[in-house]
């Protein structure tokens, strides 16, 4: 098993041009979760995902969007990326939500100049 | 909202036992306690959760006493290797938790 992979691994990006984040999963799990981690810092969840179809804000989902249109894949978009949005994004999954064990993709480091 | 509170970092050297400590004065009854851990440049990793009394696994215990407003990691025998973020977190009743800053934890030769 792969696990949780994430593409890509690096990105520069200018301000105010868009990108996608892919993130995959092979353990059929429910839930799925995108976070930032800025320097120094712990996680902040971005967006959540409890199922196919579905989603649902997190703790800083201004600027980023997302979908769920595969089980085992959750897409993070941003439409005009800032360079407040600089920062290592990781996506993770887990069979239930709340405190339950969450398995870590590697993480994108995303620069926006 | 359940807070965390831990050392900014601790330092220890190999074959030592450490004992990182969190605080979490407002844990809700049904909030389980659990650590992970962050190599550079990689996600964080599932070590060990716990709801009371003592968990232990093939790498870490975790001890929570009964008032359940506090909760240490005991690493056994640390290796340069155990060099690492720790970050503990308390289950919200929602499906986000609240990550702190963690314990940076070096280990010294």
């Known amino acids: 098993n792969a696990g949780v992979t994430q593409t890509p691994k690096f990105r520069v990006l200018k301000t105010g041009q868009s990108m996608t984040l892919l993130c995959a999963q092979d353990?059929?799990?429910?839930?799925m979760y995108w976070y930032r981690q800025d320097p120094g810092m712990g996680l902040r969840l971005i967006h959540y995902?409890?199922?196919?179809?579905?989603?649902a804000k997190g703790e800083v989902p201004d600027g980023y969007n997302v979908s769920r249109l595969k089980k085992q894949n959750f897409l993070l978009g941003l439409e005009s990326a800032a360079p407040s949005q600089t920062s290592v994004y990781f996506c993770?999954?887990?069979?239930?939500?709340?405190?339950?064990?969450?398995?870590f993709g590697p993480g994108t480091r995303l620069t926006v100049t | 909202l359940a807070k965390t509170t831990q050392p900014i970092s601790m330092d220890s050297y190999e074959g030592q036992e450490v004992n990182i400590t969190c605080s979490h004065n407002?844990?809700?009854?049904?909030?389980?306690i659990t650590w992970y851990q962050q190599f550079p440049s990689q996600g964080p990793r599932f070590i060990i959760q716990?709801?009371?009394?003592?968990v232990t696994n093939e790498v870490a215990s975790l001890f929570i006493p009964a008032d359940r407003k506090s909760s240490t990691l005991s690493l056994p025998r640390v290796s340069l290797s155990d060099t690492a973020v720790y970050y503990c977190?308390?289950?919200?009743?929602?499906?986000?938790?609240?990550w702190g800053a963690g314990t940076k934890l070096i280990i010294k030769p």
């Open positions: 993770a999954s887990s069979w239930t939500g709340g405190s339950y064990e969450q398995y």
């Open positions: 716990g709801y009371k009394t003592k």
């Open positions: 353990m059929n799990h429910e839930y």
């Open positions: 407002n844990i809700a009854t049904n909030d389980y």
């Open positions: 995902s409890v199922g196919e179809g579905t989603t």
């Open positions: 977190l308390v289950g919200e009743s929602n499906y986000q938790l609240i």
